[in-house]
């Protein structure tokens, strides 16, 4: 069973962070939402949230995906840790998925992971980084890192990362539960 890590950064956008780990969870994914420290979380809207465990004890185990959500001051916290650079990375070296919706593509580019590679963000949010190729679809996928726009494209998003991970099947079982 895959295993995948959503950070949870103080001021995250709420309807990004809790999409994804509902939809993991429903197609049966394990998913481990970690805080940056032992706190609960303030999301953007001010939604409290309670992280699974901490990221330091997060980073002691392995993941086949991380899943950054976005959001501000969100994505500036998951920028600054210094442990999200180096797991990032990790993923990368390490061929496993890299995930992140809404502002926190920046996330991944500020590591030098999207260089020359196609990605979608949050409008504007990846104006600084020229050397990534912008797209406006609401999810786009190049090799293990797979992008997203933002809160009104979190379904889609959490659905294209199960159909990843688990297949095209699981994917269409999970969104017809879903009625939609």
């Known amino acids: 069973m895959p295993k995948v890590l959503v950070p949870l950064a103080q001021g995250c956008e709420e309807i990004e962070a809790i999409t994804v780990i509902d939809i993991l969870r429903r ?18 809207r001010g939604v409290m949230l309670l992280p699974d465990t901490t990221l330091d004890a997060a980073l002691q185990h392995d993941f086949d995906m991380v899943v950054l959500p976005g959001g501000q001051p969100g994505t500036n916290n998951l920028k600054a840790d210094a442990r999200i650079t180096r797991l990032l990375q990790n993923m990368a070296q390490q061929e496993k998925f ?11 580019a500020t590591a030098g992971l999207l260089d020359g590679r196609h990605a979608t963000s949050f409008p504007g949010a990846l104006d600084s980084f020229p050397q990534v190729q912008q797209q406006h679809a609401a999810v786009v996928e190049d090799g293990k890192f797979i992008t997203s726009r933002g809160p009104g494209t979190a379904m889609d998003f959490a659905l294209t990362l199960v159909e990843r991970l688990l297949g095209k099947a699981k994917r269409v079982a999970v969104e017809a539960s879903l009625q939609r």
């Open 98 to 108: 890299a995930a992140a919706i809404c502002a926190a593509p920046s996330v991944l």
């Open 27 to 44: 197609a049966g994914i394990e998913v481990i939402s970690a805080g940056l420290d032992a706190q609960p979380v303030r999301a953007s």
